[in-house]
C-alpha cells in the first residue's frame, strides 16, 4: 500500500488511519493495484490512499464506459427532475461532469440556458456538451448562477481546488448543487452485508464522504451557505436482495407507502442513507 509515512489527511491533515478496504475488497480488486481506502482517525474522512496519479486516472478512465459493474450490468441514464426545484428560468446553468448530457438536454428543452462539460470527449458535441476538465474550464468571464454535478465531486483528486473553483465560476449570490453517495449507508451501517462491501468500494472514487465531512471540506475550502439533504434512494426490495442473496441486480421496483416509511426511518431516525444532495449559496 505504499509508504504509510506519506500518509496525510487531505481535510485536516492528520497522519493517523485506519484501513477501511483493501485492494482485495475494492471492486474489480482495484484493477490490481495496490491501494485502500482508508479512514482518517481524526475527521472521519475516507479517501484512497495512494491517491491514483494523473496517468492511473487517465488509463482507468479511458475504459470507463465499456466496465460492466456486475454480471449482467445494464448501464441506467437517470434524469434527475429534482434540479427543477433548485432553478431558476432566469438562470445561467452549467453542468460539470455531464456525461452523455441527460440533464443538461433535459434543462434546455425547458428552455434553460444550460450548457455542459465533460472530460470523455466521445460525448461532447462541442456547442452544449463541451470537452473539458472544470480545471480546464476558464470561468472568469463565464460567471454563473448555478452549477450542480451529479456523481461527480468523490471523483475529484483535488476537493479544495474544485471548492476554490466553483466560488469563482459563480455570480455573487450563485448556488450549486452536488449528489454524491453517502459513506453511511444502510448496506453498510446497519446490515453489514460482507458482498455488498466489496460492490461499494468503488475505485473511480477517491473519497467517500458523510454528513459532516463534507461540511468540514466545504468550511475549510470556503465561505458557501451550505446545506446537506439525506436522500435514501435504493428501497425495501434492493436490500432485501442484498441481504438474502448476496448480489445486486438492475432490477430496483419501488414499493410505494412501504418504501416512504422505510427510507424516512432512515434519513430522519438514523440519519443514515445511500446519498446525500448538498446544496450551498455564494455568501
Known amino acids: 500500500m505504499g509508504n504509510t509515512a506519506d500518509f496525510g489527511c487531505s481535510l485536516c491533515?492528520?497522519?493517523?488511519?485506519?484501513?477501511?478496504?483493501?485492494?482485495?475488497?475494492?471492486?474489480?480488486?482495484c484493477f490490481g493495484y495496490d491501494k485502500s481506502f482508508v479512514r482518517c482517525t481524526t475527521c472521519g474522512l475516507v479517501q484512497m490512499f495512494p491517491k491514483w496519479t494523473e496517468q492511473e486516472m487517465n488509463e482507468l478512465y479511458s475504459k470507463y464506459s465499456k466496465k460492466e459493474d456486475f454480471k449482467g450490468f445494464r448501464p441506467k441514464r437517470t434524469i434527475s427532475k429534482y434540479l427543477f426545484d433548485h432553478i431558476k428560468k432566469s438562470d445561467k446553468i452549467l453542468e460539470v461532469g455531464c456525461s452523455f448530457g441527460d440533464n443538461a438536454m433535459m434543462l434546455k428543452k425547458a428552455g434553460f440556458d444550460v450548457i455542459g462539460i465533460d472530460r470523455d470527449p466521445t460525448v461532447c458535441d462541442g456547442k452544449d456538451i463541451q470537452n473539458f476538465d472544470f480545471r480546464d474550464f476558464e470561468v472568469q468571464e463565464k460567471r454563473f448562477d448555478f452549477v450542480y454535478a451529479i456523481h461527480v465531486f468523490e471523483h475529484i483528486a483535488d476537493p479544495g481546488?474544485?471548492?476554490?473553483?466553483?466560488?469563482?465560476?459563480?455570480?455573487d449570490k450563485g448556488r450549486f448543487l452536488l449528489e454524491l453517495p453517502n459513506v453511511?449507508?444502510?448496506?453498510?451501517?446497519?446490515?453489514?452485508?460482507?458482498e455488498f462491501r466489496s460492490f461499494y468500494w468503488y475505485p473511480y472514487h477517491l473519497y467517500y464522504y458523510n454528513r459532516d465531512t463534507i461540511i468540514k471540506m466545504f468550511k475549510k475550502f470556503s465561505e458557501f451557505k451550505i446545506k446537506v439533504k439525506l436522500e435514501q434512494r435504493y428501497g425495501i426490495v434492493n436490500h432485501l436482495r442484498w441481504v438474502l442473496?448476496?448480489?445486486?441486480?438492475?432490477?430496483?421496483?419501488?414499493?410505494p407507502m412501504v418504501d416512504m416509511i422505510y427510507k424516512s426511518f432512515f434519513e430522519k431516525v438514523l440519519k443514515i442513507s445511500d446519498t446525500m444532495i448538498f446544496t450551498g449559496e455564494k455568501v
Open 13 to 29: 491533515g492528520s497522519t493517523n488511519f485506519e484501513v477501511t478496504a483493501s485492494a482485495e475488497i475494492i471492486r474489480f480488486r
Open 161 to 171: 481546488l474544485f471548492i476554490s473553483w466553483l466560488a469563482r465560476a459563480l455570480n
Open 184 to 194: 453511511d449507508d444502510p448496506l453498510l451501517k446497519l446490515y453489514n452485508v460482507a
Open 245 to 255: 442473496f448476496r448480489k445486486p441486480g438492475n432490477y430496483n421496483p419501488d414499493i
